[in-house]
C-alpha cells in the first residue's frame, strides 16, 4: 500500500516556475514507478511525466518536454516534479500515481493517487 500526498501548487505568472512535490507512505515507495497526471477543468486526466523506480529513466508528455522535470529522492520518499516556464495552458489539478510494473502513459494502469494539488497559471 502507498499513500501519496502532493503539495507545491499555486498561482503564479505565464513564464514562472513551481516545483510540485509528492510525499509517499510505504514500504514500496522504492520499487515504484511514479508518474505526474494532471487534469484542467472540462477535460480528461493527461499524462504529464514518469520516472522509474531508481531515477535512471523518464519520459514526458510532448507537451512539457524541456519544460519539466521530473525526479526522486527513494530516501525521503519524495517524488518532484520541476515545472519550468509555465504556460496558461499548464493550468491543472496535478496528481502523482505511483504504479509497481507499468512504466507508461496509461493512467488506469497505476495503482495508487493523491488527493492533487492545484496550479494556476495566469498570463
Known amino acids: 500500500q502507498v499513500q501519496l500526498t502532493e503539495s507545491g501548487g499555486g498561482l503564479v505568472q505565464a513564464g514562472d516556475s513551481l516545483r510540485l512535490s509528492c510525499a509517499a507512505s510505504?514500504?514500496?515507495?522504492?520499487?515504484?514507478?511514479m508518474g505526474w497526471f494532471r487534469q484542467a477543468p472540462g477535460k480528461e486526466r493527461e499524462f504529464v511525466a514518469v520516472i522509474n523506480w531508481n531515477g535512471g529513466n523518464t519520459y514526458y508528455a510532448d507537451s512539457v518536454k524541456g519544460r519539466f522535470t521530473i525526479s526522486r529522492d527513494n530516501a525521503k520518499n519524495t517524488v518532484y516534479l520541476q515545472t519550468d516556464r509555465l504556460k496558461p495552458e499548464d493550468t491543472a489539478v496535478y496528481y502523482c500515481?505511483?504504479?509497481?510494473?507499468?512504466?507508461?502513459?496509461?493512467?488506469?494502469?497505476?495503482?495508487?493517487w493523491g488527493q492533487g494539488t492545484q496550479v494556476t497559471v495566469s498570463s
Open positions: 500515481a505511483a504504479t509497481r510494473t507499468y512504466f507508461g502513459t496509461d493512467s488506469r494502469r497505476y495503482d495508487y
Open positions: 510505504g514500504r514500496s515507495f522504492g520499487s515504484s514507478i
